[in-house]
């Protein structure tokens, strides 16, 4: 008896009216993009594994999908180091390629790379899937998509608000109800140092950015485990539960942070980004969030994420500003700044909210129904001339009953059948049928597409 086929866990297939809802959200967020003057890239599924290894810390590293060697990747391994079975020393000599664990850190590789070819500051945006070997459960895949946008080589903070602006756009014409919690590792690295514990900045952001799934006593308990000083620990606590406005936990961290010369740094980006997106009247909801912590190593200013307020899910979008990433690779001081959509999510909350239209681009809108040799090539003409005024439209390739081929056009929701016997070929007519209300009526071409409402 064969095997019955399955997929990974944490991966999915999407049949045909599931793919036109996610191309419904990539093509929603590809047109803000390029609204605001991002250009596309794409970079390659696999990298180089010393391009990956060590950007997303010790946890991200675990991570990572790693890919062993092509043909006999045991051979540069001796028996005493298959026994030790160090598992990291091992993935060193059998695996040289990783598959891609986000866009940002192929992205700054992408830069270096290519920077006699780009001009600064470089808009760029990128919608390819990433992969990573976490545990699958509710909103979180092994295999998904994301949706980039970055700006590198400026410095400026108006480059914060246009991916505010961004975030703020795409969820409208999405319909979906968000809150963008924004923070920055400037006043993260300035508690730290107020309350001694300088150089744990680290452990201490991994840990509270774990505040919403695990409480705030086992947050306070990690803490502990990486020999962080109680004395420390309560110090936090307060900054922590911080409340009130913008403005007034601002206010309330200036007299906190006041010996913290990188955490006032902070203090006045994050003032200055509430200006300006109060001054272009941002309508979503901008929230400072100073247990936001983002826990990759990389971001060194401002940090973002972005919650449906009507759907119990992880944050759907999220990214930051990141200072020297491409100093990794070779070339220091070009800062950069960007937002990543979780376009798996996105669609899981439209599921959910049952937001999508009821039509799509990709939907066929005629479905011709064939009777026999004569009214097939009777069709064809009609086709070419529906296709050429860019209507969706399609014929069913053998003769069959009819009540076979209206179910046909039911299944696929498509919402007009053009019906074609002798008496309409000698009318040089077809009979239009409105699926939806049963309406029928006999159509010219030029009727049928003055019907549908293209043209």
Do not use: H
């Not at 605001?36 to 391009?51: D, R, V």
């Not at 906190?256 to 509430?274: D, K, P």
Request: charged residues 25%; contains cysteine.
């Amino acid at each position: 008896m064969s095997q019955k086929p399955s997929i990974p866990k944490g991966t999915r297939d999407f049949t045909p009216q599931e793919m036109a809802n996610r191309n419904y959200i990539f093509n929603t967020i590809k047109s803000v993009f390029q609204l605001y003057g991002f250009q596309q890239i794409e970079t390659p599924a696999m990298e180089n594994l010393s391009t990956l290894m060590g950007k997303y810390g010790e946890e991200g590293d675990k991570l990572l999908f790693k890919i062993l060697n092509s043909g006999d990747f045991l051979t540069n391994v001796n028996d005493a180091e298959l026994l030790e079975r160090n598992s990291i020393k091992l993935t060193n000599k059998i695996a040289e390629k990783g598959l891609r664990y986000d866009l940002t850190v192929p992205f700054a590789r992408f830069v270096v790379q290519n920077r006699d070819k780009i001009s600064f500051p470089f808009k760029r945006y990128q919608i390819q899937p990433v992969w990573r070997a976490d545990r699958p459960q509710k909103g979180r895949y092994r295999e998904f998509y994301q949706c980039d946008v970055d700006v590198v080589g400026s410095d400026s903070l108006l480059n914060e608000l246009e991916l505010i602006q961004i975030v703020d756009e795409v969820y409208r014409r999405l319909k979906i109800n968000v809150v963008i919690k924004i923070n920055n590792r400037k006043i993260l690295s300035g508690i730290a140092e107020i309350i001694g514990e300088a150089e744990k900045i680290t452990d201490i952001t991994v840990a509270i950015d774990k505040l919403d799934k695990i409480g705030l006593e086992k947050v306070n308990e990690e803490i502990a485990s990486k020999g962080i000083s109680q004395d420390a620990i309560d110090k936090l606590q307060p900054i922590l539960q911080l409340s009130g406005t913008n403005a007034e936990k601002l206010n309330r961290l200036k007299s906190v942070l006041a010996g913290s010369e990188t955490g006032l740094n902070g203090v006045e980006e994050m003032g200055t980004i509430f200006t300006l997106c109060e001054t272009m009247q941002i309508q979503t909801k901008v929230e400072l969030d100073l247990t936001l912590a983002r826990g990759l190593n990389y971001y060194t200013g401002a940090i973002f994420e972005v919650k449906a307020m009507d759907v119990e899910i992880g944050s759907i979008t999220g990214g930051g500003r990141y200072d020297n990433l491409t100093g990794v690779f070779g070339m220091p001081g070009v800062s950069g700044v960007g937002i990543s959509f979780g376009a798996d999510r996105i669609y899981d909350v439209l599921n959910q909210l049952n937001l999508y239209p009821e039509t799509s681009e990709e939907q066929t809108q005629v479905l011709f129904v064939s009777f026999g040799e004569n009214e097939l090539m009777y069709c064809l003409p009609w086709l070419k001339t529906f296709r050429e005024n860019s209507i969706n439209c399609e014929i069913y390739p053998e003769p069959a009953k009819m009540k076979k081929q209206l179910s046909y056009a039911d299944n696929k929701n498509i919402p007009f059948v053009a019906i074609v016997g002798e008496n309409e070929m000698n009318a040089n007519k077809v009979m239009l049928k409105n699926m939806k209300t049963g309406v029928q009526q006999l159509c010219s071409p030029e009727e049928v597409i003055r019907e549908i409402g293209l043209k």
